[in-house]
Every structure is written in structure tokens, then in C-alpha cells.
T-cell receptor, first 111, second 111 residues
């Protein structure tokens, strides 16, 4: 089945140690998103790509970066994770201006 | 700035007890309103897209409706497997816009 796959499902990292989360899709959608979701809160958009066109939200910390080497893959890099970065990270894809389809998320724990 | 407010924050129903969830939104111009279901520890699952006031969509025990200021998700004769968090999101008109989410309604259906 076509889908959005995130790896790993659970990630434990040390305070300040760089970490990379990955997302792949078989839907051939040209838009990919990264959202951060903390407990009982709304998913918060970090950035999104329209094809290779990168769009960064104004309040996304510099500590967060992203790469999209091709249509199918997208990565979220956290350069120096802090305790406040512990959250569920959600990757989603869509065609332009249509509903988004989400992966199962990566739960990040910072120790 | 686009805003989405969902109420109630939490709702507990008995099996078979119908109810409605509310999503109020403020957006400069609405391209679409989306409903998602999210189970604990998982990514949101797409349910419906609504585009214009008066539109309705149905799926099993769920029916979504839209006015110019709010949307309702009606749950008819719910079952315990309907227990989840229901998220509402809006997408504004104008260029390439991502989804803005509300914080959701946590629904618990007791047998």
C-alpha cells in the first residue's frame, strides 16, 4: 500500500547530541511537511517543501533543519536537542492544496 | 493569522449516546477544512475534507458539516472503537498554504 513511513518510531537521544529523523513516501506527492506535536497539543508546523522549494516557519528554532534529497525522502535534523524538544514528530505528504497524509510519527525522548 | 479552536477538550460518552464535536475557525479565506482521527501514539488519520458552507460528508457513524465560522463532527451511536482524539485543521486560500490544526477533542466511549 502507498504510504508515509517514518523511522525510527521511537528515538532516545542525549541532551545536545545531534539526531536525525527520516520520512519516506510512496504516494509521489510533491509536498512534504514536518510537524511537532507535544502532549494534548495541536500539531505545530516546523517546515514544508513544495518539491525542492523549502518553506521555514518564522518561529521554528534554528536548532531544527531539514533536507529533502529527492521526492520520496525527507529528513529532520535536530542539531543540539534540548529537553524541550521531546515530542512526537510527524511527517506528512500531500498534493498541492489538498489533504495531508501522515506517517505514524517518531516519539523523541531527550535524556 | 489562521486560528482553530476545538470544543470540548474532552468528552466521555456511553456507547450509543450520540453527540457533536465543534471546530471554530478564523481564516482570511477558507480553501478547505479537514477532520482527522488520532489514536494514542500514532499519526493523524484523514477522515474528511469540506470546502464550502453547507457541505456535508459521512463515513460510518461520523458526519461532518461546515458553516462559514465552524464545523461539527456528529457521532451517531458511537462504539468504544470510536474512542480517539479528533483533530480539525484549516487551509487558507492564497498561494501554497499548509494546514493549521486545533488541539483536538479527546473522545472516550464507554461500553
Amino acid at each position: 500500500d502507498a504510504m508515509v513511513i517514518q523511522n525510527p518510531r521511537y528515538q532516545v537521544t542525549q541532551f545536545g547530541k545531534p539526531v536525525t529523523l527520516s520520512c519516506s513516501q510512496t504516494l509521489n506527492h510533491n509536498v512534504m511537511y514536518w510537524y511537532q506535536q507535544k502532549s494534548s497539543q495541536a500539531p505545530k508546523l516546523l517546515f514544508h517543501y513544495y518539491d525542492k522549494d523549502f518553506n521555514n516557519e518564522a518561529d521554528t528554532p534554528d536548532n531544527f533543519q531539514s533536507r529533502r534529497p529527492n521526492t520520496s525522502f525527507c529528513f529532520l535534523d535536530i542539531r543540539s536537542p534540548g529537553l524541550g524538544d521531546a515530542a512526537m514528530y510527524l511527517c506528512a505528504t500531500s498534493r498541492i492544496n489538498t489533504e495531508a497524509f501522515f506517517g505514524q510519527g517518531t516519539r523523541l525522548t531527550v535524556v | 493569522e489562521d486560528q482553530v479552536t476545538q470544543s470540548p477538550e474532552a468528552l466521555r460518552l456511553q456507547e450509543g449516546e450520540s453527540s457533536s464535536l465543534n471546530c471554530s475557525y478564523t481564516v482570511s479565506g477558507l480553501r478547505g477544512l479537514f477532520w482527522y482521527r488520532q489514536d494514542p501514539g500514532k499519526g493523524p488519520e484523514f477522515l474528511f475534507t469540506l470546502y464550502s458552507a453547507g457541505e456535508e460528508k459521512e463515513k460510518e457513524r461520523l458526519k461532518a458539516t461546515l458553516t462559514k465560522k465552524e464545523s461539527f463532527l456528529h457521532i451517531t451511536a458511537p462504539k468504544p472503537e470510536d474512542s480517539a482524539t479528533y483533530l480539525c485543521a484549516v487551509q487558507a486560500l492564497g498561494g501554497r498554504r499548509a494546514l493549521t490544526f486545533g488541539s483536538g477533542t479527546r473522545l472516550q466511549v464507554q461500553p
